[in-house]
Each structure stands twice: as C-alpha cells, then as structure tokens.
C-alpha cells in the first residue's frame, strides 16, 4: 500500500512535468475566471457594438484581453476576421481548442502577448477590450491607447470597460493588479471618438465589505465608442 502510494505521488509528478513540456499550461491566474465564464454568453456590450458594424463579413475585429473566447463566439459566425491578444497561455489554449475550424481557416489570428510588449496592430474596424485594460501596467496605458486608436479605422468602434475610483474588493494577492480611473481620466482617452454609450454603474460589494470591515464596491465604466471619421 505504502509502496503503491509512493509510486502514485511519482506519477503524478511525472505527469505535471510531461504536460509542462507538451505545453499543456498549468493552472493560471485567470483559470477560476475562464470556467465560470465557460458558458457564458457575449457579453450584452459587444452585442450592441457589433450591431453598429454594416459589413459584418468583412470586418477585421481585435479583441483584447480576450479570455475564453466568450465575445467572439457570434462575431466568427458572422465572417469577420478575428485578431486575439492575450498574455495568459491559459487563454489562448482554450481559444485555439475551441475555436479550431476558425485558427485552420486563417479567420481567427491568435497572439499570446502582453499589451505592454505590443508595438502595432492590425487595422480593424472594431476593438474589445472587456475588463481587459486595467490589468495592465498603468503607466503603459497612454501609449498602448495610441497603438489602439491608430488601429481603428475612421469611424471603427471601441467597445471596453474601466474600473472606477470606488472600485475596491477583496481579492486574493496572487490575483492580477489592477487599476482604476476617474471619470475625467476615462473621458480624456476619448477626444478622439463619439462617445455613443457611457455607462457607469457603482455596485455595494456585501460579501467583501463583511470581509474587509469596511464599505466595498464594484465600480465600472462601460463604454461604446466610434472613432472621429
Ligand atoms: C478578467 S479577464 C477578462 C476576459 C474577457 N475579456 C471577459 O470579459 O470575459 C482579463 C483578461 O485579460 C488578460 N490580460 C490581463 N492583463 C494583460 C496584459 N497586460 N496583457 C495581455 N493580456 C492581459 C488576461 O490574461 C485575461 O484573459
């Protein structure tokens, strides 16, 4: 029984190491994120951005920051070309796996990079960046944002969310750090755009403020927006 044990720990061991080097990702920061959202549906913001694309079929599309794949599920069905970024070898193994006919097809172009490392990228007449941004490092932003609107097409849309100043909840150390804006802040990234939907929604956090003996909140800007022509 001890034996058998011992041999069982040695396997598995073996087995961590031998999917390491098949380059089957271990678990990430993002992992618990990607299966809760595993079923979702595109987030209702991305809908509405589409909408606003005349030809669909045509269309190049960038999602950043993309996740599971979740946003881009309706937009490859549609025809459009589809560019992802995204740091975290988790995501873009479950995006490659799940999406294979549109990686084979060459409709789905997958890069596994930081933002911050991004030096250009394709033009594209539609931008997401979903709970994305923050995450980055904040003093990075401002030349990201330029790579980002240069990207856009005259009159391409950005369709993506912020955190708010009131934004604070409990979060485990080992998660990502993240950033948050003012509303002014938010509102000087857009000089260059029709704002066509400005959301802001500021919600209390109970478990968190039980948690952290204090008032916590889950503050977001979502934004829709259509670059000047
Ligand atoms: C909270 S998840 C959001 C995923 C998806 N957009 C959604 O709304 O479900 C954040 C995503 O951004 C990616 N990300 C965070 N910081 C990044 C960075 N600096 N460069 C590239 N990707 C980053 C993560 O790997 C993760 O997939």
Not at 77 to 92: C, H, L, N, Q
């Amino acid at each position: 029984m001890k034996y058998f044990f011992i041999l069982l720990l040695l396997n598995l061991s073996f087995l961590e190491k031998a999917s390491a080097a098949n380059g089957q990702p271990k678990e990430g920061p993002w992992s618990e994120y990607f299966q809760s959202q595993i079923n979702a549906r595109p987030h209702d913001l991305v809908t509405q951005a589409f909408g606003l694309i005349k030809n669909k079929k045509n269309a190049t599309i960038i999602d950043l920051g993309a996740g599971n794949g979740k946003d881009i599920v309706n937009i490859l069905k549609a025809g459009a070309i589809v560019y992802v970024f995204d740091a975290d070898p988790e995501s873009v193994n479950i995006i490659d796996k799940r999406f294979k006919y549109y990686v084979r097809s060459n409709k789905l172009l997958i890069h596994q990079m930081f933002f911050e490392d991004i030096k250009t990228l394709p033009k594209a007449d539609m931008i997401i960046a979903l709970c994305a941004l923050p995450f980055m490092k904040k003093d990075k932003l401002m030349s990201f944002w330029k790579i980002i609107q240069e990207s856009l097409n005259p009159n391409g849309i950005f369709v993506g969310t912020f955190f708010g100043e009131k934004h604070y909840a409990k979060r485990d150390p080992k998660q990502p750090k993240l950033f948050r804006l003012s509303r002014e802040e938010i509102l000087n990234l857009f000089t260059h755009f029709h704002i066509l939907n400005f959301y802001e929604e500021i919600e209390y956090d109970e478990s968190s403020s039980k948690s952290w003996g204090s008032d916590q909140f889950d503050h977001r800007y979502k934004i829709i927006a259509r670059k000047k022509g």
